[in-house]
């Protein structure tokens, strides 16, 4: 799977837009974009995935730029509570051994502050 | 999200005794995973079971053990670990298809004393 960079952390204001970037510049055509998160001493939460268009669901939305080479997950109005670590993963979708590996980098550490 | 459940939440034992940690997914999934998580390092897959058949074991030690009875439970028995054993176990599900996202429960914090 494609390796992803990240910063390693990020502050973002009480109700106002957070925006997490990451760069996956070797992403290769079958490779999808996942983002989860987690809170500390939690387990790991889905957030949204995508392939090449932008998504949007009731968390959050994923902007794909057209190269694929980077995206950014929005959070349109963070909240103390999406205080977390963020993990961009690129994972390729195909049957057999491997297929279902979620690689976990170190992710951006975001804190929301009031 | 109490789609999975783990128990127990916290176990403290010693590196002779045996424990079982317990999984169960409420949410029809097919697939079940084993994650470990180690201070300061990211997840480590363990083990994978799709459709109850074991389809993946990452070089795990033997001294883990999982059991897979249905898609809705999973097992993790623990026998003679070592302190280094000591992280937080997390379990996973999804439907078992080629895109999809994983759920995670809460964790079990396992120390070894």
């Known amino acids: 799977d494609a390796k992803t960079t990240q910063p390693t952390s990020m502050d973002c204001a009480e109700g106002r837009a957070a925006n997490l970037p990451c760069n996956h510049s070797?992403?290769?055509?079958?490779?999808?974009v996942y983002w989860y998160r987690q809170i500390h001493s939690q387990g790991p939460q889905y957030i949204i995935h995508g392939l090449k268009n932008n998504e949007t669901n009731e968390m959050a939305s994923l902007i794909i730029t057209e190269d694929r080479k980077s995206s950014t997950l929005i959070l349109p109005h963070a909240t103390l509570r999406d205080t977390a670590v963020y993990y961009c993963?690129?994972?390729?979708?195909?049957?057999?051994?491997?297929?279902?590996?979620?690689?976990f980098g170190k992710g951006t550490k975001l804190s929301v502050i009031p | 999200e109490t789609g999975v459940t783990q128990t127990p939440r916290h176990l403290v034992m010693g590196m002779t005794n045996k424990k079982s940690l317990k999984c169960e997914q409420h949410l029809g999934h097919n697939a079940m995973y084993w994650y470990k998580q180690s201070a300061k390092k990211p997840l480590e897959l363990m083990f994978v079971?799709?459709?109850?058949?074991?389809?993946e074991n990452n070089s795990v030690p033997s001294r883990f053990s999982p059991e897979c009875p249905n898609s809705s439970h999973l097992f993790l028995h623990l026998h003679t670990l070592q302190p280094e054993d000591s992280a937080l176990y997390l379990c996973?599900?999804?439907?078992?298809?080629?895109?999809?996202?994983?759920?995670f429960g809460p964790g079990t914090r396992l120390t070894v004393t």
């Open positions: 993963i690129v994972r390729v979708a195909y049957s057999g051994a491997g297929s279902y590996q979620l690689t």
């Open positions: 079971y799709n459709f109850k058949e074991q389809t």
């Open positions: 070797t992403i290769s055509g079958n490779e999808y």
């Open positions: 996973a599900s999804s439907p078992g298809n080629l895109y999809d996202e994983q759920y």
